[in-house]
């Protein structure tokens, strides 16, 4: 699998951005998907994650402002971002892996095997 993404950008704080994760392969359905960040001189950290159509997973630190979705006809994977913050200032990578994860799992990069080559979002003060 592969994965392509796309949408990052600067933005000022309060706005909205759409990253968007184009993965190529087959059985996309059956993957677990999921959206990553990496500040700078910070660790990778998960944000948002998807299992099935409608499981799922969110970071505290963007509950309520971020919505990950999936569209299994296009093979994409979408993390809608809204009233964002500077401190949401990262790349972002979206990873997918095609076994079953739990939830304790899914939010651990160590568990996904695909990965993205990321997309910087920069939000302004």
């Known amino acids: 699998v592969q994965l392509q993404a796309c949408g990052g950008g600067l933005v000022q704080a309060g706005g909205s951005l759409r990253l968007s994760c184009a993965a190529s392969?087959?059985?996309?359905?059956?993957?677990?998907l999921g959206w990553f960040r990496q500040a700078p001189g910070k660790e990778r950290e998960f944000v948002a994650a998807?299992?099935?159509?409608?499981?799922?997973y969110y970071a505290d630190s963007v509950k309520g402002r971020f919505t990950i979705s999936r569209d299994d006809v296009k093979n994409t994977v979408n993390l809608q971002m809204n009233s964002l913050k500077p401190e949401d200032t990262a790349v972002y990578y979206c990873?997918?892996?095609?076994?079953?994860?739990?939830?304790?799992?899914?939010?651990?990069?160590?568990?996904?095997?695909?990965w993205g080559q990321g997309t910087l979002v920069t939000v302004s003060s």
């Open positions: 990873a997918a892996d095609a076994n079953m994860l739990t939830s304790s799992m899914l939010i651990s990069s160590r568990w996904y095997d695909y």
């Open positions: 998807i299992s099935g159509t409608v499981n799922t």
């Open positions: 392969g087959r059985a996309f359905s059956r993957y677990v």
